[in-house]
Structure formats: C-alpha cells, structure tokens
C-alpha cells in the first residue's frame, strides 16, 4: 500500500509517501481501506517532535481514519465487508479505573492510531474491531473524518469539563480553527451566547456565519475590553481556550466572577504567568480537557448526521500532498479541516 511515513523528526519535507507492506489484521482485528482522514495540528507537532509523546520511527500519522471494511481477522464480531467505520480517535483498554468511570478518553492503555499506533495517512489501517465506530447514513467518509478531533474535543471542553448552561455566555478563541469552528456552532446548539475572537476580518465573518454572536479581532489593540463592552462589563462565564500565551492570559482576565476556562491547547505560549490572587478572589476556575470519551464522539456523529452540526470543510487532498496539507496547517491559512485522501 502507498502510506505517508517519516523516518526522522523535522519540518514537512520529512514526510514522505512510501510503499509499505499492507497490515495484516489479527485476531478481532479489521482492515480498513482509509477512504479520508483528517489532518490535526498534533500531526505537525509530531512529525517535528515536539509532542512529548512518545512515538516509534518510521510513523505513519493520522488521528481520525473513515473508510470501509475490506478484510476481517480471525473472530470479529459485528461487522462485515463493506460496512463505513471510523476507527476510534481512542481505543480504550475498557477495564481501568477510568475506563470504567466513563472517563476513556484518559485511559493510559489506549490504542491511539497515529500516535502508538499506524495512522490514517495510508491506503489501509488494521484496528480492533472494537475500536470501530459505525458511520451514520448521509455522511460521507470526508465528513466523518473531520468530526472526532474537532467536535469530540470541543463537546468535552464545552458541556462535559466546562459545564456549559442555556443562556451563558461563552467566549470562543481562534473561532477559524478546527476545533474553534466546531466549539462555535457547538455552544450555539446548547444554547449559549457567543463571543468568537479570531485574527481576521474573513474568518471572524466565517464565524458569524456558522452562528457566533459577537466577534472581536484579538490581533487588535484593546480586544479584550471590547469584549467586556459585550458583556455589559462582567465578562464570558465560560472562555474556550486553546491558544495560549497572552490570549490565554488575556482570557483570564476577562472571566466573569465565578467563570470557568477551559483549556485544551497552548501553542502560542503553553507556560503562562497566573495571578493566584486574580484566581481566588473571583474565584474562577481554569479546567484542563482532553481528547473526548468514545461516548462523546457518537454523541457529536449523530448530532452531525442529523443537521445539528456541520463539518467546515477547507480542502481534500491526496497523499501525495501530505508536506503541502503540513505547510497550510503551519501557516494557519486553513479555516475549518483539511482532509487527506488516501
Ligand atoms: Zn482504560
């Protein structure tokens, strides 16, 4: 099969589509021909080895994998040639003290292609069969491939740590982003008012159009009190945050008395100063989220699948143009998922 693999870290030209020996699926295994696959930041981070996880050389990358059954190992239950999967962003072991907590995502056993195990960057994929997700009619594999990383993570973030209620307010950084894309149109369903910030006029009238109430241009001067002006003074009740550096201290000091932040990145700046009496004084609370549960990311394929959200889509490219779909991600000129299609 054709796979993009690397077999040193370093910057995109170290990604290179090779022929490598098909996998072979094992025991309660499957394989899958990849038909998309979405591409994430974490990819760039871990092909330049800056992800501190830990991964094997050569990699074939590649975190969110959609296709079809084409082959089935020795005892595999509950699935047959032809059906549409995607593989788990996260197969959970199922028996660790998280695992049964309903907490997967943090599961220290989990299989997690594209990280410690072969991605979607490839023709095939072999993955327990317990690791498959069905996809819902009506999505194509395109589609499905941008939901898991971007909608999961923002369903975790907004409702499961963030605790996101009707009518709250909810301040959504970098709202061009996958994930920002994904937490605007997410917190808008649940009910929330949204304050999207970005660093364009373009994408903050993207966000617009995908739902967002406000929108403040945070390469601006003073874009922090002009959200304060949008919230009468008191600030977001919940802040979604995923950028780090001065936005996220910014961010922090925009919160309403008693807000939460909830963080799931920090690109930008991943150590920040923080003003512990800032913190207890109005008391606030700043969340860490991770990942998604399994759980979470059928409840955002379904949602998906009947009209509530919509995958933003920037482009579809084929294998072969793994380093270029790299240099759009690095040079943030994307807005909404890039998909490769093997
Ligand atoms: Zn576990």
């Given at each position: ?6 077999h040193?870290f ?9 022929d490598?020996?098909d996998?072979?699926?094992g ?5 899958v ?17 800056t ?7 050569p ?22 040639i032809?059906?549409?999967?995607l593989?788990s962003i ?10 049964r907590?309903g ?7 989990a ?7 072969p991605?979607g ?9 317990v690791d ?6 009506g999505l ?7 939901v898991?990383?971007a909608?999961?993570?923002a369903?975790?973030?907004?409702i ?9 307010t909810?301040?959504?950084?970098a709202?061009g982003s996958?994930?920002?894309?994904a937490?605007?149109?997410l917190?808008k369903?649940?009910?929330?008012r949204?304050?999207?910030t970005a ?7 993207r966000a ?6 406000e929108?403040v241009?945070?390469n601006?001067?003073g ?7 949008l ?5 977001p009740?919940?802040v ?9 201290a910014?961010?922090?000091g925009?919160?309403?008395t008693?807000?939460r932040?909830c ?9 920040v100063?923080?003003d512990?009496v800032?913190?207890?004084?109005r ?7 991770f990942?998604?549960t399994?759980?979470e990311?059928e409840?955002v ?5 009947r009209?509530v959200?919509?995958p933003?889509?920037h482009?579809?490219y ?10 759009l991600l690095t ?10 299609k093997p």
């Open positions: 099969m054709k796979a993009v693999r690397f040193r370093g910057g995109p030209e170290v990604l290179h589509c090779e490598v020996s996998p072979e699926p025991p309660g295994e499957v394989l021909r990849v038909r998309a696959c979405g591409v994430n930041r974490l990819d760039l981070d871990i092909r330049a080895g992800s501190r996880l830990p991964v094997s050389l990699h074939i990358l590649g975190r969110e994998a959609a296709g079809d059954v084409i082959a089935l190992g020795p005892g595999v239950p509950g699935f047959g032809g059906d549409r999967v593989v996260i197969g959970a072991c199922g028996r660790c003290s998280l695992c907590t907490r997967d995502n943090l599961c220290p056993g299989r997690r292609p594209g990280i410690n195990r991605g960057y490839a023709q095939l994929i072999a993955a327990p069969a498959l997700i069905p996809i819902p009619d194509t594999f395109e589609q499905a491939a941008a898991p990383i909608f999961g993570t369903y975790h973030m907004l499961t740590q963030g605790g996101l209620r009707v009518g709250e909810v301040l959504v950084n709202a996958t994930i920002g894309v937490a605007v149109q917190a369903a649940a009910g929330a949204v304050i999207a660093g364009s006029e373009e994408k903050l009238a617009r159009r995908l739902g967002a109430d929108t241009n945070y601006l001067p874009w922090g009190r002009r959200v304060l002006e919230t009468e003074g008191r600030g009740d919940l979604f945050e995923h950028v780090g550096g001065p936005i996220f910014e961010s922090f925009l919160l309403a008693d807000g932040l963080v799931c990145g920090g690109h930008a700046g991943e150590v100063p923080l512990l800032s913190l207890f004084r008391q606030v609370r700043i969340i860490g989220s990942s998604a399994r759980r990311v409840l394929l379904d949602l998906v699948g009209g959200l919509a933003v889509i482009g579809i084929p294998l072969e143009e793994a380093q270029a779909v790299h240099r040079g943030r000129e994307n807005f909404g998922k890039v998909i490769l």
